[in-house]
């Protein structure tokens, strides 16, 4: 990357040095630093377009600001509509390298350090997707909510602050977040040093999903398989059970079902999201803690809304994720898995797409894989500095990124016994944990320093509670 080469370099302030009989010498240092940890800020509120508010830091060693962009609804006409688009800024040192994390969903309101952020001992910055609220125009024009003007949002991002964070640049993301690292990848690549992608579907044939049909066949031992299907199909056979305590939950909590349109679409939607979310989130482990198929519909059900989280197929749990609903049933595509297993008992199958998911005052057309198609080239024939990294037990792997002849410095692992994680690296196999560290330490000019921070203190990714399934 080209870098726009600046003066003094701005230091943190150590905790603790007030009030401890500093030499001359040491309080002018300490005079010096404060006033360059001090002007991060001011440099940032001199951004165009750029307002910036400090709050307070819950990992030593880091300033926490919470940053809004304003950004144009189309950036083929960026004198016209615009929006503001919320970042959030870990600030370490001007001359570290800097992480860029995507969500690709809203942005996590706390700090935590990605698994690379860790490996570079760097600064980070996540950036909320557009449309997500609050980064959504108003009124909301849903066709510039695409993967090209999601990507020129993150590119003038970074040209706006590698002006200030002069060190490489790194970008991140898992799920629907590593998609979108790989896309502002393939529009962008000259913008940053390396990416590392976890858990991203690569869906470039959505009319083709035998891949999670194969998926679901064989994932797990036997024994944990054939337990996960028969309770998905207990909850079917339960039905009327099952929706009493659903309506009971909805009345208390005030839920209602406006998008999906009836309880019933709602509780058979999440029984078809209850095997792909139990693989999603949890591991081979966790078969132990499932109720037997003759347990009471008390069990039953409370198993239900422990994996699939019943809440979520409510207007009030769907509503945030509209936006990306509308992205997958217009660009990105899909999974439908064949539901074998389930069909004697489904009413709503025909249900489980997109559009269900998305209001119907909302316009959709789905492109037919033109997107994904060309991403899925680039990725082959062009991929550099980039590395994938996916969990064996994942079911969005069963549609992975892959590279070609034209693909270089780049690689892709698989996490053994893994789901769908963000800190995939640390749980590869030795000798490939070793290699893929070293990668991304290279990539971002560090590989001869030692690593001092860690990951943490959120869990793997701040919003994977909250991920929808299809």
């Not at 600001?65 to 688009?85: A, I, M």
């Not at 964070?165 to 529009?187: D, E, L, N, P």
């Not at 492109?367 to 082959?380: K, L, Y």
């Not at 800190?423 to 330490?441: F, G, H, K, N, T």
């Amino acid at each position: 990357m080209r870098r726009v080469s600046q003066g003094a370099v701005a230091l943190l302030l150590a905790a603790g040095l007030a009030g401890t009989g500093l030499t001359s010498a040491q309080a002018a240092t300490t005079t010096q630093a404060t006033a360059q940890a001090g002007d991060i800020a001011a440099r940032l509120d001199a951004v165009p377009g750029m307002e910036v508010t400090e709050k307070p830091s819950t990992i030593p060693g880091q300033r926490w600001f919470w940053l809004t962009y304003r950004q144009p609804v189309d950036h083929r006409k960026p004198s016209g509509r615009w929006f503001e688009q919320r970042i959030m800024l870990q600030h370490v040192s001007t001359d570290r390298p800097t992480v860029f994390y995507t969500s690709g969903y809203h942005t996590p309101e706390t700090m935590f350090t990605a698994e690379p952020t860790a490996l570079v001992n760097g600064n980070q910055v996540s950036m909320e997707y557009r449309y997500f609220s609050p980064s959504r125009p108003e009124p909301a024009d849903w066709r510039k909510d695409t993967i090209w003007q999601a990507a020129t949002d993150q590119h003038r991002i970074i040209e706006a602050l590698d002006r200030i964070y002069t060190g490489q640049w790194i970008t991140t993301g898992a799920s629907k977040g590593g998609m979108t690292a790989v896309y502002h990848k393939r529009f962008y690549p000259d913008d940053v040093d390396g990416s590392v992608v976890y858990v991203a579907p690569n869906d470039v044939r959505n009319q083709d999903d035998r891949a999670y049909d194969a998926f679901f066949e064989t994932v797990g031992s036997p024994e944990c398989n054939a337990h996960v299907k028969a309770l998905a199909r207990e909850f079917l056979k339960r039905r009327p059970a099952m929706l009493e305590r659903f309506a009971a939950a909805a009345k208390e909590n005030g839920w209602t079902f406006e998008i999906l349109r009836t309880p019933d679409r709602a509780f058979e939607n999440s029984v078809m999201d209850f095997e792909w979310a139990f693989w999603q989130y949890s591991f081979e482990s966790d078969c132990a803690d499932l109720p037997a198929a003759t347990a009471s519909d008390d069990e039953i059900y409370a198993a239900l809304d422990a994996v699939s989280g019943l809440s979520f197929y409510t207007d009030q749990g769907l509503e945030p994720y509209v936006p990306y609903y509308y992205q997958a049933g217009t660009q990105l595509g899909w999974p439908k898995p064949e539901f074998r297993n389930l069909r004697p008992l489904l009413r709503h199958e025909s249900s489980y797409r997109p559009r269900t998911y998305v209001p119907r005052d909302i316009p959709m057309r789905f492109d037919h894989g033109r997107a994904m198609r060309d991403i899925d080239r680039w990725v082959r024939g062009n991929a550099e500095h980039m590395l994938f990294v996916y969990g064996e037990n994942d079911p969005w792997g069963a549609e992975p990124f892959r590279l070609g002849k034209g693909a270089r410095d780049s690689d892709v692992y698989v996490a053994p016994g893994q789901n769908h994680s963000a800190r995939l690296i640390a749980r590869l196999p030795a000798e490939q944990r070793a290699d893929a560290e070293s990668d991304v330490r290279r990539w971002a000019g560090v590989q001869d320093e030692p690593r001092t921070l860690r990951t943490g203190p959120a869990a793997d990714d701040p919003l994977q509670t909250q991920r929808p399934r299809l």
